[in-house]
């Protein structure tokens, strides 16, 4: 069974950075995608970034584009998420979470996303 752990949240200020890690295991199948979402309290879950084991393609939400980067580790089986010039509305808890098996293309909608890890605090202070 695919199983995630995502670490690397914290309390930084507005415009510092911190980098998350999920790490995967457990896939059955070589093409999969994994997802960063993000959950703000009294808000709904928002798709952040993914990237495909296949071709490595990523996509961005525009919220975070141009600051936020992800990347995939595949010897270490761990997807980043580098976020910098962090703002206050990012705040949120940060959840990693995989489509498996990949077929096709996926999405930042979390209905694409069979399975989950736990989330990760990030809190942006003003």
């Known amino acids: 069974e695919v199983q995630l752990q995502a670490s690397g949240g914290g309390l930084v200020q507005a415009g510092g950075s911190l980098r998350l890690a999920c790490a995967a295991s457990?896939?059955?199948?070589?093409?999969?995608?994994i997802g960063w979402f993000r959950q703000a309290p009294g808000k709904e879950r928002e798709g952040v970034s993914y990237?495909?084991?296949?071709?490595?393609?990523?996509r961005y939400a525009d919220s975070v584009k141009g600051r936020f980067t992800i990347s995939h580790d595949k010897a270490k089986n761990t997807v980043y998420l580098q976020m910098n010039s962090l703002k206050p509305e990012d705040t949120a808890v940060y959840f990693c979470?995989?489509?498996?098996?990949?077929?096709?293309?996926?999405?930042?909608?979390?209905?694409?996303?069979?399975?989950w890890g736990q989330g990760t605090q990030v809190t942006v202070s003003s």
């Open positions: 457990g896939f059955t199948f070589d093409e999969y995608a």
């Open positions: 990237i495909t084991s296949t071709d490595g393609s990523t």
């Open positions: 979470a995989a489509d498996s098996p990949l077929v096709g293309f996926t999405s930042l909608r979390d209905y694409e996303y069979d399975y």
